[in-house]
């Protein structure tokens, strides 16, 4: 089976997380491995799915109970065999595991240390056909450092009585713990390592909100002759249009997309690999086989699907490590899209509840307040300061206290029952009589004409930032419909205070002045 489809049919991501192909790769194809990750990085995907690609059972040696136990009712939701023997278990749940493993239908075992030291426990491991150890938090096993275990120190003889491959993952980067880890669990043999931070430095990063995008995307492209990009677009037509619209005015542009034969596909990414300075319009469907290192930019003419998608598509410029330059648009109706094409999707709803959280990642990074790639990283758990090479450090955005509008709209919203869309809620805290308006009493209520003072395009943007803070969603069950979120009540409460980019309404404001 393929990585990818695994990680999309039992995991339910659409891409890798940055590094993770790799090392899963590596650990699939049984080599010994090292990856030096950070907290919340995505570790534990990088042993269990290659644990769904090779034969036997995966032994998982972690020192946290609880996490073990997250994660084994996690795989077994997914659908993978997975149990787990630790001291708190019960006799019931041993039995259970015992006999499971005896059968070999289990993947996955989890295993505290401790349980290392029990003879019935080796032995049992060596009836039972173990295919590939892995082992969380490798630092555990070094004395210098503060996590020590003693029983981590029993884990290399396991590996060399077992005759299997070993997986070591760690957020601990620093050489001498490396070191230790070497010596400890591999016998000094040294395994494939895998540290890469996630930082791109040579990317430059900008988000801009949509504003006649097609011009944004030709205005970009028109600063960049000569370079090979890549434009992703939310949908085919785009992807022709666009490609069009960049032939036009003189550039080398084709598209690319999945409802093209795979003839034409693979011409588009021959011509890609071997000219300069063409530009393809894809979808998300352009990428999987482009290897090309001196990709100059990417940009993005719809707002990608997720934080991690958007850090891969990024990620194809500038491999070769020279300078690169990327834009990301966006605006309400991507962010409306986004959600209800989560909602509407066919996952249980712990998976969309995660894809929304993904969503917000991703939205909260374009309405960063500062640093991009800080956000960016921070995310992915990576500690960066300021990059100096991203559209926030270039030119810092003036943020201001919105709390009163923000509040504003909320109670419009709630007034009105949560029924209504933004371009209506508009019109009541500007105290505009239209007919929709009036027909339903609104002109009435209390926050009627309370934010005259705010121009349209003002409320668009505060708006548009609170559906970008997911302060307000989409109602799945009602078109169109506005609803607060449970982030927003302490707003309302007036418990806390929210700080908005006041750039992007000055933009929008001054954009109206100029058409009016
Ligand atoms: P750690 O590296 O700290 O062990 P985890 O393995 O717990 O991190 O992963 C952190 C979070 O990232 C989890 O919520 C997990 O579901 C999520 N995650 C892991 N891989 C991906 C991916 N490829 N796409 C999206 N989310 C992912
Ligand atoms: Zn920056």
């Given at each position: 089976m393929d990585p990818q489809a695994i990680l999309r049919d039992v995991f339910g991501f659409d891409v890798f997380r940055p590094g993770q192909e790799e090392i899963v790769r590596a650990v699939a194809a049984g080599e010994n491995t090292l990856a030096i990750m950070p907290?919340?990085?995505?570790?534990s995907l990088c042993f269990q799915l290659p644990a769904l690609l090779r034969d036997g059972v995966t032994v998982v040696i972690s020192p946290l109970i609880a996490l073990m136990r997250d994660q084994v009712r996690g795989l077994r939701e997914a659908g993978v065999a997975a149990g787990a023997l630790t001291s708190g278990d019960t006799e019931e749940e041993r039995e259970a595991v015992w006999h499971a493993l005896e059968q070999r239908r289990l993947k996955l075992l989890y295993m505290a240390p401790?349980?290392?030291?029990s003879a019935g426990a080796q032995g049992m491991l060596r009836r039972i056909g173990v295919g590939l150890i892995a082992v969380d938090e490798a630092h555990c096993v070094s004395q210098w450092g503060h996590d020590f275990r003693p029983d981590y120190l029993r884990i290399g003889a396991l590996r060399e009585a077992l005759g299997v491959p070993l997986a070591a993952f760690t957020a601990t980067a620093d050489a001498e713990t490396r070191e230790e880890i070497v010596q400890k669990l591999f016998a000094g043999v040294r395994p494939r390592e895998f540290l890469r931070g996630f930082d791109r430095p040579n990317i430059h990063l900008a988000f801009a909100v949509k504003d006649q995008p097609r011009r944004q995307i030709l205005a970009f492209a028109a600063g960049r002759k000569g370079q090979s990009g890549i434009v992703y677009c939310g949908t085919r037509a785009k992807t022709e249009s666009l490609a069009a619209a960049l032939a036009q005015e003189g550039h080398p542009a084709c598209c690319y997309h999945g409802g093209m034969e795979s003839e034409a596909r693979r011409e588009v990414e021959r011509r890609f690999q071997q000219e300069d300075g063409l530009i393809v319009c894809a979808t998300v469907a352009f990428g999987m086989g482009v290897d090309k290192p001196d990709i100059r930019w990417v940009a993005h003419a719809d707002l990608p699907k997720s934080i991690e998608a958007y850090y891969q598509e990024i990620g194809r410029a500038g491999r070769d490590g020279a300078a690169a330059e990327t834009l990301t648009l966006f605006g309400p109706e991507d962010i409306r899209f986004r959600r209800t094409q989560v909602d509407e999707g066919l996952a249980p709803p712990e998976r969309k509840a995660a894809d929304h959280g993904r969503l917000n990642a991703l939205l909260g990074l374009a309405e960063a307040l500062d640093c991009r790639r800080a956000t960016l990283l921070g995310y992915f758990g990576e500690a960066v300061e300021t990059?100096?090479?991203c559209d926030l450090c270039d030119r810092p955005p003036e943020v201001f206290d919105a709390t009163t509008p923000v509040r504003m709209a909320l109670s419009a919203a709630l007034r009105t029952g949560e029924s209504f869309g933004a371009g209506h809620l508009i019109d009541i805290v500007m105290g505009n009589a239209t007919d929709k308006v009036t027909q339903r009493g609104h002109d009435s209520l209390p926050t009627f004409g309370v934010g005259k003072e705010w121009s349209k395009a003002e409320w668009q943007a505060v708006f548009r930032q609170m559906m970008g803070r997911d302060l307000m969603r989409p109602d799945p069950e009602r078109h169109g419909a506005l609803r607060m979120t449970e982030a927003a009540r302490p707003i309302l409460r007036g418990e806390e205070s929210v700080r908005l980019r006041r750039d992007t309404i000055r933009a929008a404001k001054s954009e109206r002045q100029v058409k009016t």
């Open positions: 907290t919340g990085g995505g570790k401790e349980r290392l030291a990059c100096g090479n």
